[in-house]
């Protein structure tokens, strides 16, 4: 068990691209969840996963954001056309069910340049 | 709205000391974990905590469901123990609502 997995660890893009960050989960974890934290703020959810199942979205999650979990093992989350709004360490963590306490990866810190 | 709050916002103390960080919630938890943010970024989970007291080595957490408010003790402070502390609650569903967070400063 190495944990919770997130790559990369920092991205840079231009304004317009679209990026694309990865999450592995803990291997027994059925639940997988995708947080955002902007500089002096606690994380916000985004959303969760159970098993491949996308069961909520946050309001942040605008049109061009994206999430998969295939297979409900790791999950992908892609945002088109970034903007300079998106810059933020996007934080994945995961959990079984039955407990609820969560451990999170190390995050991928975005910037949009 | 749903709230979590913490107090204080920042705490600065001399190597050796003791703390107790406080975390309000606007209403009834079905969890309540605390969490600690390392300078680089890594949150580490302390304590899940939904109700009654926890202890692990120097650190022990309290939750007073009842009255809503949950607290964080950490004795004999270590700098190893900076950084950024949060509470987060779930209130009825998945999504845990993380409070504004207190920044603790061990001066060595």
């Known amino acids: 068990d190495t944990g919770v997995s997130q790559d990369p660890r920092h991205k840079i893009t231009k304004r317009g691209q679209n990026v694309t960050f990865r999450c592995d989960p803990i291997?027994?974890?059925?639940?997988l969840y995708w947080y955002r934290q902007t500089l002096g703020q606690g994380p916000e959810f985004l959303t969760y996963?159970?098993?491949?199942?996308?069961?909520?979205k946050s309001r942040l999650l605008s049109d061009r954001f994206s999430a998969e979990r295939p297979k409900g093992s790791f999950s992908t989350l892609e945002i088109q056309r970034t903007e300079q709004g998106d810059s933020a360490m996007y934080l994945c963590?995961?959990?079984?069910?039955?407990?609820?306490?969560?451990?999170f990866g190390s995050g991928t810190r975005l910037t949009v340049v | 709205g749903i709230q979590v709050e913490q107090s204080p916002p920042d705490l600065i103390l001399q190597e050796g000391a003791n703390s107790t960080l406080r975390c309000n919630f606007s209403d009834s938890v079905n969890n309540l974990q605390w969490f600690h943010q390392n300078p680089w970024g890594q949150l580490i989970n302390l304590f899940y905590?939904?109700?009654g007291t926890k202890q692990n080595g120097r650190l022990s957490a309290t939750t007073v469901a009842t009255e809503r408010y949950s607290l964080l003790y950490i004795s004999s402070s270590q700098t190893t123990d900076s950084g950024v502390y949060f509470c987060a609650a779930n209130f009825g569903n998945e999504k845990l609502t993380f409070g504004t967070g207190t920044r603790l400063t061990i001066i060595p």
């Open positions: 996963f159970q098993n491949e199942a996308q069961l909520e």
């Open positions: 291997s027994e974890h059925n639940r």
């Open positions: 905590i939904p109700s």
């Open positions: 963590a995961s959990s079984v069910v039955e407990y609820n306490g969560y451990t």
